[in-house]
């Protein structure tokens, strides 16, 4: 049995629709490919499943992470709190605008952002914190909120990896004054190209929001530029797959529950062979990978390439320790959390068309050689 880490056939069963909309949106009276009455019915579909009061379709979740910081007027002199062990763009967001992006540590074993961490780090310029969602667990938002309110300072929350993700009844992208999702096509609610949301219930931020990702102009005048803006456009093709392939998101989120749940349940007696599985249960999961924190983390991925199955090795280097970030990485500063994360998390294999069987045959794979 062979099983790549990344599907080759994620959209398989969306062929057919994809090539009809593709006609449909070229052949189109009104040739509007950017910012049209599709992407509006998305953001009205995404505010509907979320309940947030305002959806922004923007071009990435990277892109939204670019708006959102720039809508809270951060700029040079400000400083932003955002995890050592990430993705990029949340400290490229930052950096981008002029400001200081400041690393917090990550809890070990959630990988999460450390609520503690971040109340050290902040000062009389930090202008808000940018907690982010990984892997397979969200960050823990209710702290963070609080924290946040008593300092006065505003929450971007990343939760690029983990539409359709609900913590304490709240869905993911809804803790934050700023929330952002990303289309990329392995994300949960991906697809097959670029794509994101910024969700806000603040309508002032909305507004700006929307100016922003179109070169600062506000939708009624054209060439009449409020704010100096970006192109954060989001594209009709793919606001109509995304429409398309909204229906079934529920059960494709459902399905990689499932295979989470089995696996948490298969490796919990490996605990004391140096493998940590995500804390069982549903609530505050994400699903957009299964990480395993593995300690002879080398081995156990030989071993699974010789049983035929992918795994993928996220963020090995913790982004106070890149040459891009160097700058921002004070002096004699450690994140070992974020260190020890890089250094032992594995993913394995949870897209939501893997079948029984070759779950069964991952999980077993892993088993095996502990035993
Ligand atoms: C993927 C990701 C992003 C960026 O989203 P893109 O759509 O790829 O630009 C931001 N933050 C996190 C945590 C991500 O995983």
Known sequence: MTIPFFPPDLFEQDRRAFK??????GTDPEQKFILGRRTA????ELRASTGAE???????????????????????GDEVIV??????PVASSVANLGATPVFADVDPHTMVIDPDSVEKLITERTRAVMPAHVFSIMADMPR?????RAHGIKVIEDAAVAEGAVLDGVPSGRWGDLGVFSFFQ????GTAGEGGVVLTDDPELARTV????NHGQDGVNRFLHHRIGQNSRFDEIL????LHRHAGFEDRLERRARIADYYTERFAPLADRGVLAPPAGRNGRCYYVYSLLVRRRGDLRSWLIEKGIGSHVYYPVPLPRQPAFAAWAPQGAEWPGAQYASDHNLAIPIWPHLSDEQVTYIADSVCEFFD
């Open 54 to 76: 305002h959806v922004i379709a923007c071009s990435s979740g990277t892109g939204g992470l670019n708006l959102a910081v720039q809508a809270l007027g951060v700029g040079p």
């Open 41 to 44: 019915e998305l953001e009205d």
């Open 186 to 189: 392995v994300k949960a609610f």
């Open 210 to 213: 929307r100016m922003l990702r």
């Open 20 to 25: 009809e909309l593709l006609y449909e949106v």
């Open 83 to 88: 995890p050592a062990f990430c993705c990029q």
């Open 239 to 242: 606001a109509a797959f995304q």
């Open 144 to 148: 963070i909120n609080k924290i946040a």
